[in-house]
């Protein structure tokens, strides 16, 4: 296995940018010639998802800078606090302007004009617009892999995320602002026109605040899934010579990466089992206490560094299996009691010792 490639992220978040520069030109010009308030909040709405897909570009670059004496952990978390003020430039420009006006526009309607001019750019805006999301779609699908979808746009980090809602809603504002202005058409009203930028306002506002949450949890440090959680301590647990997890901890630096802390109870006999013939051997040889006392400080000895040279077997084996665990902290946790019969001590039963 291997560990999530997020280059999809970048690649969706590119696609986005272009399809949302050519857009924003495109309503821009019908706005300015149509007068309709709704095309004005389809223009901020496309040029702030710009503006806020460039911030997402800066993070997901940034995010890739190597971890520094200062930043020990990398730079993962700058993904989502980019991400963090795109979806505050969602919120703030994209959804409390279009209600800004929305609301002048039902106290004071106003008709616009060149509808049909304005009908010609949000269908050429509505196949731009569903080509980004398509595309971003199919190739999510075409590299998930055995993962499910939701699953692995989580591992993609903020810009895939951001980038689908994002699309999607600036679809759904295009309909939304067409039906308005054959409403208007029909009808000669422009109040449709101000309803119109209200509706629009209201999904990128609740769609900024979403992704404001989102990014809140991931920069204020959040574990991984439960079900992944849960295949971790079976693993461990599973290991030789460890009787049981009494305490796992996780913590995720990127959308496909976290660190690992786990206090684990070693079987002592299992540990010991390596080199305790050495030292029995030993220990019957010995006729003085002074030898006795060496010899049990040379296996208190070997058996620290039995135990390290097992924590690193564990760690190595537990990134091979988990490729997203990038730091690993395990530490040896005491037994709530000592049982007769400890788990791996069952062979190992050396004669009685006596100094002679």
């Known amino acids: 296995m291997s560990a999530p490639d997020q280059s999809h992220s970048r690649s969706a978040v590119i696609k986005a940018i272009a399809g949302n520069f050519i857009v924003t030109v495109g309503k821009a010009a019908a706005a300015f010639l149509s007068g309709s308030g709704a095309m004005l ?37 700058e993904a989502h606090f980019w991400g963090l003020l795109a979806a505050i430039g969602i919120l703030v420009f994209g959804g409390g302007f279009s209600i800004y006006h929305g ?39 075409a590299n998930k892999g055995d ?3 939701l699953d692995y746009i989580r591992t993609q980090g903020p810009g895939t995320l951001t980038v689908l809602l994002e699309d999607a809603v600036a679809v759904l504002g295009c309909l939304v602002a067409a039906a308005a202005l054959i409403l208007v058409q029909i009808t000669g009203n422009g109040i449709f026109d101000a309803i119109a930028q209200l509706v629009i306002g209201s999904m990128l506002g609740v769609i900024g605040l979403y992704l404001i949450w989102n990014n809140r949890g991931a920069l204020v440090g959040r574990a991984v899934r439960d079900d992944e959680l849960n295949r971790l301590r079976t693993f461990i647990e599973d290991l030789e010579g460890i009787e ?20 684990v109870v070693f079987s002592g006999g299992s540990l010991a089992g390596h080199i305790m013939r050495e030292f029995v051997d030993q220990a ?55 049982p007769e019969n400890e788990p791996g001590n069952e062979s190992v039963s050396p004669a009685p010792l006596s100094l002679q």
């Open 103 to 141: 609301v002048h526009g039902i106290l004071e309607p106003e008709t616009p004009d060149h509808i049909f001019t304005a009908l010609i750019v949000l269908a050429f805006a509505t196949v731009v617009e569903g080509w980004v999301l398509v595309s971003v779609i199919l190739n999510l699908l």
């Open 244 to 263: 049981r997890v009494t305490e796992l901890k996780t913590r995720q630096l990127t959308a496909s990466t976290y660190t690992l802390k786990a206090e």
């Open 284 to 338: 019957r040889d010995a006729n003085t206490e002074k030898k006795m006392y060496e010899i049990l400080g040379r296996y208190a000895d070997a058996l620290f560094v039995q135990q390290a040279r097992h924590v690193d077997i564990m760690e190595r084996k537990i990134t091979e299996h988990f490729p997203g665990v990038m730091y690993i902290d395990l530490e040896p946790h005491l037994r709530d009691e000592l």
């Open 41 to 77: 909040a389809e223009t901020l709405h496309s040029s702030v998802d710009t503006l806020n897909q460039c911030l997402l570009l800066v993070g997901y670059h940034r995010s890739l800078r190597q971890p520094t004496r200062k930043h020990p952990y990398g730079f993962g978390a």
């Open 147 to 149: 993962s499910g979808l």
